[in-house]
């Protein structure tokens, strides 16, 4: 079975700090996709980063950046000069064959 | 990006009515469309798969007779909760993939209260 984990529950960090948040997957396949998902309190779910597996580089979005370990199967996500805009529930998620499989969840407080 | 659109944002109804939710993608084709489910402070749960032209694929333990889905357009599926009940009070959110990017594009969901 296909298994996302994140470990940390919840974490809080102070605004303009850097923080790292914890995913690791499970999989047989050498091909697939892997996501963080951010959810405000809007619950509107906006893609913050993805990364293919077979690109061993680490995929970047401006403060955004991965960590992806393939053979250890860890897709970290790391938030530099953290905003208070970056209050949010954070998801880390695998897909293939279009169908995502979601992590429970970090819940990052930014505090001012 | 892309744009996913949901409509209505919020219903309540009354219980043993049924409530239609429509989903669609606004500026992009999707041949498959999917519905999940995500409780207070929870991590959505996938519950079908809504397939263009033919049937939806549902997960373990969704009621395909509770939740009907209907998938008539490129761009537009729907979610139908029949008979509605308290319990079925959630929040609901779908969700397209758009080709070549391989990734998910998600509506705003909406959100469900039975009476």
């Known amino acids: 079975a296909q298994t996302v984990t994140q470990s940390q529950p919840e974490m809080s960090v102070q605004e303009a700090e850097t923080v790292t948040l914890s995913c690791t997957y499970d999989t047989s396949e050498s091909n697939y996709y892997l996501f963080w998902y951010k959810q405000p309190p809007s619950r509107q779910m906006i893609l913050v980063i993805r990364?293919?597996?077979?690109?061993?580089q680490n995929a970047t979005e401006n403060r955004f950046s991965v960590n992806f370990q393939k053979a250890a199967k860890s897709f970290s996500l790391k938030i530099s000069d953290s905003q208070l805009g970056d209050t949010a529930m954070y998801f880390c998620a695998y897909n293939r064959d279009d169908k995502i499989i979601f992590g429970k969840g970090t819940r990052l407080h930014i505090l001012p | 990006g892309a744009v996913v659109s949901q409509h209505p944002s919020w219903v309540i109804c009354k219980s043993g009515t049924s409530v239609k939710i429509e989903c669609r993608s606004l500026d992009f084709q999707a041949t498959t469309m999917f519905w999940y489910r995500q409780f207070p402070k929870q991590s959505l749960m996938l519950m079908a798969t809504s397939n263009e032209g033919s049937k939806a694929t549902y997960e373990q333990g969704v009621e395909k007779d509770k939740f009907l889905i209907n998938h008539a357009s490129l761009t537009l599926s729907t979610l139908t909760v029949t008979s509605a009940h308290p319990e079925d009070s959630s929040f609901y959110i779908c969700?397209?993939?758009?080709?070549?990017?391989?990734?998910?594009?998600f509506g705003p969901g909406t959100r469900l209260t039975v009476l």
């Open positions: 990364q293919e597996a077979y690109k061993q």
């Open positions: 969700s397209a993939p758009k080709v070549p990017e391989d990734t998910q594009y």
